[in-house]
């Protein structure tokens, strides 16, 4: 697919947004920033945005996204998967490096980096693999992708945990010279293995499906806090999912120690009960936890315990997924309902409010991340990178509208609350009226 986006240099009045952080104001977005805010005039030639009833939200942030390309260009490419970003209010993502080949090198870093520049929809970012084909026994090349064009700065083996301790250690060291990052995928190979494919407890029993245990996660967080304390490094644990894992992750801020988390919409609204009917959509890595869990994480996700919500979004071709439940591959889309997720579950339950909404789902994710020009607050001079969302819109999900190529779509059929309108990179829209512009 190539883009043809020819609106760089259209100027955008969006009329009577709710900013969050400044109120109900005009905003106009020219050459990359935003040039006014308050009650202004339409310059000439403005495409003018009627923002009526709408929130203006700093454009949203994913820390965790599986674009598959290169070497799964059935389930995903670079350009499907910054499309599907854009339709979901993203303006910047990180390229998980479980592709094939694997992101261990400056070239393969920069090879997804310049994918993600040609599609021209999200900044693309690459995350770096923290061992050599993702293979736990060697570091990868991580001061030469940092130092490449792609200026890598997350790491992670994630789909596997690093689960060397003293590896973990190392990487850890080695990336505090650049102020990096290592994402822990949290799984204790032996008290989860690769089989393990279903919360274990009552259900997992009863469905004679391989269980895995919530202290499979929380032993991981529990050792990496304190091997981040220990070499002073940032650690952030991916897709937490277990109330354990938050106590350790709450004890861990309150000492001081360099640790950031992330939370999956999924892991904030679905529960393993999904999987009685043993739909392979609901299986997920780690897998989809009981009701006090969930609860747990929206607590956690409020007092900002968690950081971030990171989408997990993991497409899938139909025949990786639709398999015996054991046997289909893990995971789920997430980028284009995120936000409404957000709005529907933590919104509603816990009265996450818009500023809080932006951080979780911005301004935390690009620092987290290093990224300066994202998750910036919506005032003049700042860049244009904006999501207009409809709160009150009902939007039921239908997996076949997806801009994804797969359809391993989790919310197919619910209703969920609020609509992304509108998506704005730099200033130049990358969707309108709700369609992405390419
Ligand atoms: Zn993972």
């Known amino acids: ?14 009329r009577g947004a709710d900013i969050v952080g400044a109120g109900r104001h005009d905003m106009v977005l020219q050459d990359g920033v935003i040039t006014q805010l308050g009650q202004v005039d339409a310059p000439s030639g403005a495409v003018v945005v009627d923002a009526d009833g709408l929130v203006a939200l700093p454009g949203l942030v994913d820390l965790h996204t599986h674009l598959r390309e290169p070497g799964r260009e059935d389930a995903e490419t670079v350009a499907t998967g910054s499309a599907a970003a854009a339709a979901g209010g993203f303006t910047a993502l990180l390229a998980m490096a479980n592709t094939n080949p694997v992101t261990d090198t400056a070239e393969a870093a920069e090879h997804v980096y310049d994918l993600g520049q040609r599609a021209g929809l999200v900044d693309v970012h690459p995350v770096g693999a923290v061992t050599k084909g993702l293979a736990g026994e060697e570091l990868a090349e ?10 890598v700065r997350v790491f992670s083996d994630d789909g596997k945990c690093v689960h060397d301790a003293r590896l973990m ?52 967080v529990a050792r990496d806090v304190m091997l981040a304390r220990h070499t002073g490094s940032r ?7 277990t109330a354990g894992s938050v106590e350790v992750i709450r004890w861990a801020k309150a000492q001081g120690i360099k640790v950031t988390a992330e939370v999956t919409p999924h892991h904030l609204m679905l529960t393993t009960d999904l999987l009685a009917d043993y739909d392979p959509t609901f299986k997920v890595n780690p897998p989809l936890r009981p009701d006090k869990h969930v609860r747990a ?26 398999h015996a439940f054991a046997e289909a591959a893990f995971g789920m889309l997430g980028l284009e309902q995120a936000l409404q997720v957000v709005n529907t579950v933590s919104r509603v339950d816990d009265g996450l409010d818009w500023a809080a909404v932006a951080d979780r789902t911005s301004a935390a994710p690009a620092r987290i991340a290093g990224l300066g020009d994202q998750g910036r607050p919506l005032q003049v001079g700042e860049p244009g990178n904006i999501t207009l969302f409809d709160p009150d819109a009902r939007a039921v999900v239908d997996a076949a509208a997806s801009h994804s190529l797969s359809r391993n779509n989790p919310w197919h059929g619910h209703t969920l609350r609020g609509q992304v309108v509108a998506t704005f990179l730099r200033s130049r829209a990358t969707v309108l009226d709700g369609k992405v512009i390419s």
């Not at 697919?1 to 969006?14: A, G, P, R």
């Not at 991580?142 to 200026?151: D, E, I, K, Q």
């Open 1 to 14: 697919m190539t883009t043809t986006n020819d609106n760089t240099n259209q100027t955008y009045l969006i």
């Open 297 to 322: 994480l929206r607590t956690a996700l409020v007092d900002g315990t968690i950081d971030a919500v990171a989408t997990d979004h993991a497409p899938h071709a139909r025949h990786d997924k639709e």
């Open 235 to 241: 650690v952030h644990v991916a897709h937490v999912s």
């Open 169 to 220: 250690r190392r990487a850890l060291e080695y990336v505090r010279a650049f102020d990096g990052v290592i994402s822990q995928h949290s799984q204790d190979p032996r008290l989860a293995d690769g089989q393990a494919c279903c919360h274990e407890g009552e259900l997992s029993g009863r469905l004679g499906l391989p269980g895995w245990p919530v202290v499979a996660e929380e032993v991981i």
């Open 142 to 151: 991580l001061g030469l992708m940092h130092r490449s064009r792609a200026a």
